[in-house]
């Protein structure tokens, strides 16, 4: 998984607490994409972004949860107010173009655990 | 997106081939079949992707039905190390999201 870096690799946040999530994308990679996997469950899409536009969020709970792809810096994957059921594994993903058949190249992962 | 079935898991003897099914029998056209594994507390990794032909690259190969309904991922020579969680996906050429199944538990045995 070079390339894609996200960080923290692990975080902790009380309830009622916000929970901030970065990933810098491949050298290269104009598009981003993020997924969540909760304990003993697979990946689910949440959103995908091009740099300063959100293309689909159709996987994004409606409150509490945003994300932004500036044109300078990492995307942000930032959740308000988490409750229990936020602890998951964040995952980001990045690709270099849209519809030309590119695979999505994943980082490791930040760990969410809400106390 | 199509969907697709995949066993839930499989054993396969250290330095022999894993030869892992998929079936995506409602595959359109203008669908790719992907594959990612997920090594224990990893980010998924990419292995291999196709539309019909087959295709081979260091780590794999992607044998595709001729009437596309159903693929598999060969591991020619399976270590400890590909000890992870296999996930066939169909993709659509344009399409953004990769739809995650349950995927196939691979165990490699000493």
């Known amino acids: 998984n070079a390339g894609v870096m996200q960080n923290p690799r692990h975080l902790v946040r009380r309830r009622g607490q916000e929970a901030r999530l970065r990933c810098s994308p491949m050298k290269g990679h104009s598009h981003v994409y993020w997924y969540r996997q909760l304990p003993e469950e697979g990946l689910k899409f949440m959103v995908y972004l091009q740099k300063e536009n959100i293309i689909d969020e159709s996987g994004m709970p409606k409150e509490r949860f945003s994300a932004e792809f500036p044109k300078e810096g990492p995307s942000i994957l930032r959740i308000q107010q988490v409750v229990r059921g936020d602890s998951a594994a964040y995952f980001c993903a990045s690709s270099p173009l849209e519809g030309v058949n590119q695979p999505q190249h994943f980082g490791d992962g930040t760990r969410l655990s809400i106390l | 997106d199509a969907k697709t079935t995949q066993p839930p898991s499989m054993d396969c003897a250290e330095g022999r081939a894993a030869n892992l099914p998929c079936n995506h029998s409602?595959?359109?056209?203008?669908?790719?079949v992907y594959w990612y594994r997920q090594i224990h507390s990893q980010g998924p990794q990419y292995i291999i992707h196709?539309?019909?032909n087959n295709e081979t690259n260091e780590m794999a190969s992607l044998i595709i039905t001729e009437d596309r309904k159903s693929s598999t991922l060969i591991l020619p020579h399976a270590t400890l190390r590909d000890t992870a969680v296999y996930y066939c996906?169909?993709?659509?050429?344009?399409?953004?999201?990769?739809?995650f199944g349950a995927g196939t538990i691979l165990r490699v045995k000493s």
């Open positions: 409602t595959i359109s056209g203008n669908e790719y």
């Open positions: 196709g539309l019909k």
């Open positions: 996906i169909v993709r659509v050429e344009y399409g953004n999201k990769l739809v």
